[in-house]
Every structure is written in C-alpha cells, then in structure tokens.
C-alpha cells in the first residue's frame, strides 16, 4: 500500500498538476467529490443510530477506500499505460485481477474488523453471489469512468493542441501572405509614377509625395490583424490621387462611400488588389474607361464592396503584376473570414463586376 501512495505523489500528472493554477483546482475537484462520497452517508444516519450505523459505516468507507484506489490506479497508470498505447487486451486483464483482488482483501477485512451478527450476515449461497455481482459492477463502472474522464482530457488536450497548430499556421501564412503583397503594391505603384515621369515631371514629383503616405500607412499603420475601416478609406483615396495623376480627365474614376462606419474594423489592405486589378484591365489609351468604386456600410452587419470598370483586358505579353495579388486576397479571404465573406468577380458585357462582402 505505502508503494501505491509513493507511486501517487511521484506520478508526472500530479507533479504538473501542483505547478498550474488550473490543475490546482482540478486536485481540490477531486478532493472535493471524494470527501462528498465519504461522508455522504452521515446526513442520512437516524438521531437514534445505534452501534450498527457504525459498522455499516465503516465497511462503507472501506469499499470506498478501495474503489478509490481501483479509480486512481486506472487514472494515473492503467489508461496511459496500456489504453493509451493500444493494449486494450492488457488493459482489461489488469483491471480484472486488481478488482478481484480489492474485493478479495474487503472481503477478507469486512469479515476480521467489522464484527457482525449472525442475523446481519448475508446467506452463503446466493447472498455472496449478488453481493459479489453488485461490488463487481460498481468496480468496473469506476474504471469506466476513469477511463472516460481521462479520454475526455486527452481528447480536449489533443484539440488544443490542433488548434493551437492550426492557428500558428494560419498566422504564418497570413504573414508570408503579407509578406507578397506590399511588394507587389509597391512594384505596381512604382510603375504608373514610372510612367507619369516621362509625361509630367511635377505631377511625378506630386506621386512620389502621395507614394510616401501610402508606404507610411503599408509599412506602419497595417500591422495589426485588423484596422479602421476608416484607415483602409484614407488609403484608397489617396493611392485614387496618385492613380488619377496618370490618367486623363477622360477616365472616369469614383469613389462612393455609403454609410461610413467608424466603429468597423477590417484586415488591412484588403481592397487594393481589386482596385488594381481594376485600372490594370479596365483602362485604354483610346477608348471611354472608367472605374467606379463603391464600399457599402448602411448594414452595420456587412460591408459590401464593388468594383466596376470598363474591360479591356491585357495580352499575354502584359505580365505587371503577374496575378500574384487576386490570389492572394482569395487565401487571406478564407483565412481570415471563413464562411463569412462572398467573393463574385464576372464580365457582364463590356463591363467587369466584382463585389465582395463581409458579414460581421
């Protein structure tokens, strides 16, 4: 018996269980049920108890005291051992004798400590076969529920853990994700102040200026996981007056804001991709074109946010940008608003449409 307690005190689980506050509480649960089961019996002894009330008590903690042990054993031990590792055959055959063996040895002491009368004694024929029968099952259904309790641990444990996994993975790649796009914002701004260099000097000086607020907002202001919806406003208007710098009054460019929404948070850098996307295909040097932009915020449950442009699509010879930033809006859309967002983007006509919407 001193073995079995030394095993107890020197078991890894309960050695971590001393170290956390939450485990902490978990010991003081147990401790808790066991002094309920234990004295439990004392609220419903008659006033009037006589010296039998003290025997039906004290065999009553001893079954007890051993049912403990079979939980605890099981607990600590028998699960991980055996269970755990697959051994279900070495498991139930190692339950089966330390039953056996506790109800033994109960037995044996109820029959030596707790001196009955011969009127209380059960009969020697079916008496013993149902108080055996009954012991047996209360036994087994102890190591059931040690075992069911330290498989709900496990399972809780394990899922943590995939959690945990899952969500550094998603962190990793929202950042790699991250990591693509300011490049491929800047390298597509870096190309129009390119262009406006060799059609007007001042208004290039005037891009590098506007090139200067929106890198301090990309390299600065978008750490976070999610900002202002009014940030990510700011930004599309001032990368729309470097981007109208380039072009000609004759392109019709808008920016409608419906609703703004101080409160609304969104991650950041989300719509440029789509407003990119927009002036790459939907600009022509001798055409009508335009690009007009819509961000919708009546709903204070959905953001909705519209694209539609004139389409006038490049040839595979046009490489800027090569797609990079529309696949990687689709991998932060499902990272990050899964099963919340609608993504449509389709020609109509002469027209291309995208719309994206958020639901809060």
Known sequence: ????????????????????????????????????????????????????????YTSFSMFQFFVMIVFYLNYFYLVN???????????????????IAFLLLYYLLDDIFIKRPIDDRPEVRFGWALRMSRDIIMYSLTAALSV??????????????RSELEKNRAEAELKN?????????????????????AINQEDA?????????????VLYDNNQAEVSVRLEIDFMRNYLKLIRLRFPSRVDIRFDVKGENSELQIAPLMFITLIENAFKHGISNTGASFVHISLDMT?????????????????DTDRSGSGIGLENLKKRLEL?????????????????????????
Not at 35 to 49: E, G, T
Not at 177 to 195: A, E, V
Not at 205 to 217: C, F, G, I, T, W
Request: proline share 4%; hydrophobic share 45%.
């Open 81 to 99: 051992h055996f269970l755990f590792r697959k051994q279900t055959r070495n498991f139930l055959l190692c339950n089966l004798g330390i039953i």
């Open 299 to 315: 709903n204070p449950a959905i953001l909705l946010f519209t694209v539609d442009n004139s389409y006038y699509p490049k040839d």
């Open 1 to 56: 018996m001193d073995s079995i307690l030394y095993n107890f005190d020197t078991h890894p689980d309960i050695m971590n269980a001393i170290k956390t506050p939450g485990k902490k509480i978990s010991i003081l649960i147990h401790i808790a049920v066991w002094v309920m089961i234990f004295v439990s019996p004392l609220f419903f002894m008659p006033s009037d108890a006589d010296s039998n009330w003290l025997r039906f």
């Open 177 to 197: 994700l991250k990591s693509q796009l300011n490049p491929h914002f800047l390298f597509n701004t870096l190309n129009n102040i390119y262009s406006l260099i």
């Open 205 to 217: 000086q005037e891009a590098v200026h506007q090139l200067s607020k929106l890198l301090r907002y």
């Open 336 to 360: 990050l608003y899964h099963k919340r967002y609608v993504f449509v983007n389709e020609r109509i006509g002469d027209t291309y449409h995208v719309s994206l919407k958020i639901e809060y």
């Open 148 to 161: 069911a309790i330290k498989m709900t641990i496990r399972w809780y444990k394990t899922e943590s853990e």
